[in-house]
């Protein structure tokens, strides 16, 4: 059964008032960044974290979902139709954590964005020493999609102060897979928030993005 979530829950919006470059982590601690948690409906925990570089289009990005759950997304706009996803789930090690870049063409499951090499994996940021692995608890998945704002057909206005975004979680399931098209089952909640641009857009250029801790 489709069990439909949509949420009011405030996003707590974390400013800091420098942006420091970092020579050695290419995660900037003092980065703008805001965060959105949240239980779904069937009580399994959905944390999202997103940083914005508007003159690259860069979408830094921290999801985490109880690992019980098949896979979790993240899309622009307040509607599947034109969103660009990005789409996390359990390596086929079991232990690593697959993400792709998707768009949505309607409410039918998102294709992946040209071979997904867009994405790319964070290892070195020392707030989230657990990024990109799967556990029997929790499976955090961490990185940057390089110029991908422009691809959501859905608006995405750095300076709204309630910019729309959806999320989903999938059933319970043992989806472990390698490839960045892997096949998901229809999703068991989902839901939409609005996230404040101003706190989590950085205007300039810089390679640093967000702080997920």
């Known amino acids: 059964m489709l069990r439909h979530h949509r949420t009011t829950l405030a996003v707590l919006a974390v400013w800091m008032a420098s942006l420091v470059l970092a020579q050695l982590n290419p995660v900037d601690p003092h980065a703008k960044a805001a965060y959105f948690v949240t239980n779904t409906t069937t009580g399994a925990e959905y944390v999202v974290a997103m940083n914005f570089v508007e003159s690259t289009g860069d979408i830094y990005i921290h999801m985490s979902v109880d690992s019980s759950r098949s ?3 993240v899309g622009i706009g307040d509607q599947m139709q ?3 996803m990005i789409i996390a789930y359990t390596s086929e090690n079991g232990t690593g954590v697959t ?3 998707r768009i949505a063409t309607g ?3 998102p294709e992946l964005v040209g071979d997904g090499s867009m994405f790319e994996k964070i290892w070195t940021d020392e707030y989230a020493p657990n990024c990109n692995t799967a556990t029997p608890i929790i499976m955090i998945a961490h990185g940057v999609c390089r110029n991908c704002s422009h691809l959501s057909t859905n608006k995405l206005d750095y300076t709204s ?8 979680v999938g059933p319970p399931a043992h989806l472990k897979d390698d490839s960045l098209d892997a096949p998901l089952r229809r999703h068991e909640s989902f839901g939409r928030f609005t996230m404040d641009m101003t706190q989590a857009t950085t205007p300039r250029d810089f390679s640093e993005g ?4």
């Open 161 to 168: 102060k309630a910019q729309p975004f959806i999320f989903a």
């Open 210 to 213: 967000a702080d997920y801790g």
């Open 82 to 84: 034109g969103s660009l």
């Open 99 to 101: 993400a792709s870049p």
């Open 107 to 109: 409410h039918s499951e």
């Open 71 to 73: 896979w979790v997304g």
